[in-house]
């Protein structure tokens, strides 16, 4: 087969200049690494299998094969991703403790209780009869509130913090277990909130990873930008 040139205008057409720029920036710092060993491969297609929700060797096959992959492109395909983790844990070492501080609070995992309505005294009628303790909280959500969260009596989570609405995220943050605020205005809503427990999340290795990944993937986005505000890309 004839190799066909692809020129920087068709990848532009396509929606394409960007993603193949990033990939080939990386490339670029993958020279660094040093291939896997087959248990590393090993580990690291199982890892990937995982995450992409592959739960058989034949749903694989049929994975590789809808994708154009053989065993040679197969194995150089999962070699980048593990050389990819790799290479963002040892650039972002020194980075990662203050990285992970100014994450933290989002990654967090709160569990919450939530009643919305749209009125503004129904949302303080109901909130005085938890405060006086004429019905549960759990009682007031499955009766009144109007969102999805009715089918739980109320209960959210565990969830990330940064999952919340914004404004919701910094009333749970400063929240102490068990305090019920009054109804606060959120977009169209009248919510009245109960934190039930905030988890604090520990920097493990698959934290680490993540944040390393979210680091080194910040990076060559810089380096895409400054690479295609010069226009010098070249593609054969």
């Given at each position: 087969?004839?190799?066909?040139?692809?020129s920087?205008?068709?990848?532009?057409?396509?929606?394409?200049?960007?993603?193949?720029?990033?990939?080939?920036?990386?490339?670029?710092?993958?020279?660094?690494?040093?291939?896997?060993?087959?248990?590393?491969?090993?580990?690291?297609?199982?890892?990937?299998?995982?995450?992409?929700q592959?739960?058989?060797?034949?749903?694989?096959?049929?994975?590789?094969?809808?994708?154009?992959?053989?065993?040679?492109?197969?194995?150089?395909?999962?070699?980048r991703?593990?050389?990819?983790?790799?290479?963002?844990?040892?650039?972002?070492?020194?980075?990662?403790?203050?990285?992970?501080?100014?994450?933290?609070?989002?990654?967090?995992?709160?569990n919450?209780?939530?009643?919305?309505?749209?009125?503004?005294?129904?949302?303080?009628?109901?909130?005085?009869?938890?405060?006086?303790?004429?019905?549960?909280?759990?009682?007031?959500?499955?009766?009144?509130?109007e969102?999805?969260?009715?089918?739980?009596?109320?209960?959210?989570?565990?969830?990330?913090?940064?999952?919340?609405h914004?404004?919701?995220?910094?009333?749970?943050?400063?929240?102490?277990?068990?305090?019920?605020?009054?109804?606060?205005?959120?977009?169209?809503?009248?919510?009245?909130?109960?934190?039930?427990?905030?988890?604090?999340?520990?920097?493990?290795?698959?934290?680490?990873?993540?944040?390393?990944?979210?680091?080194?993937?910040?990076?060559?986005?810089?380096?895409?930008?400054?690479?295609?505000?010069?226009?010098?890309?070249?593609f054969?």
């Open positions: 087969m004839n190799k066909k040139t692809i920087i205008n068709q990848l532009s057409k396509w929606g394409l200049l960007r993603q193949i720029k990033f990939e080939e920036i990386i490339d670029l710092n993958l020279k660094s690494i040093p291939e896997p060993n087959e248990a590393e491969i090993k580990e690291k297609i199982q890892e990937w299998c995982k995450i992409n592959i739960q058989s060797e034949k749903h694989l096959k049929e994975w590789k094969n809808r994708n154009g992959f053989n065993e040679e492109p197969w194995k150089e395909f999962i070699s991703k593990w050389k990819w983790t790799k290479w963002c844990s040892k650039k972002f070492e020194d980075k990662l403790s203050n990285y992970y501080l100014e994450r933290k609070s989002m990654l967090d995992k709160v919450y209780s939530l009643i919305r309505v749209t009125s503004k005294n129904l949302a303080d009628e109901l909130y005085l009869r938890i405060k006086e303790e004429e019905s549960s909280f759990e009682t007031i959500a499955r009766e009144y509130s969102g999805p969260e009715k089918m739980t009596s109320g209960n959210i989570g565990p969830v990330p913090l940064g999952n919340a914004p404004s919701l995220a910094k009333i749970l943050e400063v929240s102490k277990k068990g305090q019920i605020w009054p109804p606060k205005k959120l977009e169209s809503w009248w919510v009245i909130i109960k934190l039930n427990y905030l988890r604090s999340i520990p920097l493990d290795d698959k934290l680490s990873t993540l944040l390393s990944n979210e680091l080194g993937k910040e990076f060559i986005e810089k380096l895409v930008d400054n690479d295609l505000k010069k226009n010098s890309v070249n054969l």
